[in-house]
């Protein structure tokens, strides 16, 4: 999937009629891109059609003409529409608790390259001391205690964290505080939380304490967008893993860390590729 | 795990305290008999201990021997216990409706040796003709339509032929009637059902319809003991595949054949083999 | 992905430039057709591309008009390309041997319709009374036994079979007997093998023996386009499950055929949906 | 599955006849044993034993009472065993090279207590700064370079390491060395390599690019015990990912990265907790 020119992902949804597709590659084409990748969806419930097209083109082709090749044909279709420098990283704000296996976990995987991503900040309720084995250099951080007498006051900081970084994604990596309806709605999409249940079972807190008690045979975790109803955003990844009536809730917790930390980087990844379109409350989500 | 010899299943499960294994291994040791395998769980919540044995015995003892063995062991601790010879096949109902999947599967494997039980009958509120393609030659069959005002009726002929055909076990091979709590309560442990969704997610009717609705990325099968609450008895086993947002609610039902058949298969196998054991609501499955 | 307008299926692959998605795109929404899903893949080890298009036209435009549509674009890339009905038939010999679990499952999914094929016919090396409990109406069976000596004549047999019944696909649903290079070299592409292991792991015969033996913790079953290298074919799809030092020889045949089953059956329904491009000795599935 | 009391974990193996269980329970519950677990397997090819059993006992009883009431039962059946103290923590040495997926895994692992060991030493033939990003406190790092004219001191060294920091087990976490077959010969059983591909397929070296090149659909890595046969000894265990024909050797090394430091870890873990025994080629895994 490499190539010595540029290349740009271009992703869009409209309305679903005859023409859409002849309309982009030809508007790509005449403009000089080459389509590397193409995938698409129609929503045959909704009537709606989904897609993410990546092409290259010359080197001196500046993303300005790229928009200006997209801008009439988006018109005509009445598309939403985002065009990105493939590899342009996007800016992520990590909120952390206690729980630090996802933390550590994307912080390996920024530093080797495998995400993407610049690390605009980590916010804790908990002190720096808590991730003393954890190395930061390079990521700003933010401790922002909690209680909730001071929630509104410390939502707001974050939030000014957030946009002073310049921030496009917030994620909410084993962060044990539930967002207020208000932060929630300033995020549409741009919020992912892993929550450690195979939703929508296990809703709530204590999701392993609850399947233990229920018996299940597999547990699993969930990567969502947040939404203001808690644990029923458009969800984006899910696993699983078998366990037996020998594991304890704790055996539970210790399994599910594992499938926490994978469910949610390629949930981080899907969003970083720009793989992820919402669909209502349901995701588009181009695996490739 | 062969034997030229005979042998036997041993369960048994009694409040934890020491010298259980010795006093089950020292008693089958001196009636003669020889451990194959033996597996246990200690439920450290509840302080309950569950165990399976399995052990071969010289073909002149009987298994009134046997049983004479355990009993005073099965007193001294207040034991539950089962002793039955190993591969004893255990006598099978049917109840299905106008879906056969799980039924094609389910004889394919009884014919072929692959599960160890007779099958002592199908039950169909759908006629024989509706089955057309499948070959029921040795096993009988019963219409027995229902309607609400009917359904009283029907019931107490299923549970007449239940009783008159020796059954063990009733499996409800998707069948698509909520048994009566009556019904149910008569068959505590002995009545398999699958329920086509990753139980707790998605009760009730429609379960594909409503994880299309919700979106999520994988879809599931559980295979449970039927109890008067709907869709909330002990889970014996529970199996998924992943979905994406192409799937339709259509799709996830093709694909669900596959997981439904599956889990239903390996939860009669789990029965049939002695591997079950309740433990209050969830289920001890020693899957060796 | 249901439409009133009838639909089409275009497959094709060519040498990787620029323009090729606008050239089909414009030319398919010239003809009157509109995309519903489109799949590519440009190997950038062999810059070639790969491409599969579904769309739908009005009632009353002809197969020839797309045919005509697409040629010229077909011409001036250089393509190989396929353009049939979605939905349209294709026509399938299975070649059995004594284990017909592969048999029954794909007569199951055949005829509740979930595998859109024609069973032209069923040959065997074994005698009709070995099925005699599977239902084979409306499919010709033959036996064609075979000894070293006969193999030729048999072989040429299967292939006059094969003509005449105009089948497109020929399946080896666990035959246990291996294609001649001649009559593998006649069906490139066109003919199916599930091998019982996860190649190119236990190559040859009695692979769950062989995977016993060397201790592995998983097995898995593969098929596989048939190539005058035994077991050396292009891969389509491939699963495995879990084993454990207690499974014996004989329990990996058990577990194995629940794999082999599936995976063959995918594969036969990938063919069937036009999903499967050859690529060298690899294979492109656009499994959508 | 925790206690008050000192729990300790037994496991044997001897050739198969009556009465082992028998007497090993007896000869436990004598000594105040109370039994929390036991698995046991009786290879029916090789009539060999293996049995692993948790119990605990008093706080007042000495490892020295065990081990003489269990000694009388070992000699009489002719057993190999082990008696160790639970949650007794073994000595690991870690081997490492240039990637440092499983090593940064495994350090993350060792800090939050999931796995119950002592870092005995980190050995590289790369330089500290390598993995500047990684938290060593507590761990003596070694660096041992090495050339093919060096190697057989480089290995002195590094035996001599293991032996002087009083090492149990060896891990080779993606140390792209090859052991000698003297070095190797000195290990039986206590050194665990893991292999990025799906044993026994693509052995040797570029295992990514090997599966790449042959189109295979799932990806996998193997945790096995270092024998002097590359790639041939005991395999401990196997997972496996599916991947797609879009996906390019540097894809398969990303998604090979997430297996293998599982793979590693699980086994990793079956061997602090004793779980692991030798069958010749083969292990008995007690996965509980």
Redesign the interface.
């Known amino acids: ?2 190539s010595a020119n540029p290349a740009y992902v271009l992703t869009l949804n409209c309305a679903n ?6 309309a ?3 508007a ?3 403009a ?14 909704t009537h709606r059609f989904f897609m993410r097209v990546v092409f290259d083109v010359a080197a001196d082709i500046a993303i300005e003409a790229l928009q200006q090749a997209v801008t009439p044909v988006a018109q005509r279709f009445g598309m939403g529409w985002t065009l990105r420098p493939k590899g342009a990283k996007r800016r992520v704000m990590l909120l952390v608790s206690k729980f630090d ?1 996802c933390l ?1 976990d994307l912080l ?1 995987r920024w ?2 390259g ?1 995400l993407p991503m610049e690390l605009a900040g980590i916010v804790s309720n908990h002190p720096l001391e808590t991730y003393a ?3 930061f ?1 390079g990521v700003p951080f933010h401790h922002l205690p909690v209680t909730r007498a001071t929630k509104m006051e410390q939502e707001t900081e974050i939030w000014r964290l957030f946009q002073e970084s310049g921030s496009d994604l917030m994620v909410l990596a084993r962060y044990m505080q539930v967002l207020s309806d208000g932060l929630a709605a300033k995020l549409p999409g741009r919020c992912i939380n892993i929550h450690h249940s ?5 809703k709530g807190a204590r999701p392993y304490h609850q399947a233990h008690a ?5 547990i ?1 975790a969930t990567a969502h967008f947040v939404t203001a109803d808690l644990d029923e955003g ?7 893993e078998r366990i ?3 594991d ?1 809730a704790e055996d539970l917790i ?1 399994k599910g ?2 499938i926490e930390r ?1 469910v949610l980087a390629r949930a981080i990844s899907f969003y970083l590729e720009d793989r992820i379109i919402l ?1 209502g ?5 181009f ?2």
Chains 1, 2, 3, 4 share one sequence.
């Open positions: 999937m490499t009629r005859p023409g859409i597709v002849a982009v590659a030809t790509l084409f005449e000089g891109g080459n389509i590397q990748e193409a995938q698409q969806f129609d929503d045959t419930a296996h550590a390996y530093r080797i495998e084995h954890l190395d250099t195979f939703l929508p079972g296990f229920r018996g299940v045979k597999l699993g458009p969800i984006i990844e899910q696993d699983v037996s009536h020998a304890t210790r860390r594992d994978r669909n409350n349901k995701t588009v989500v695996t490739g």
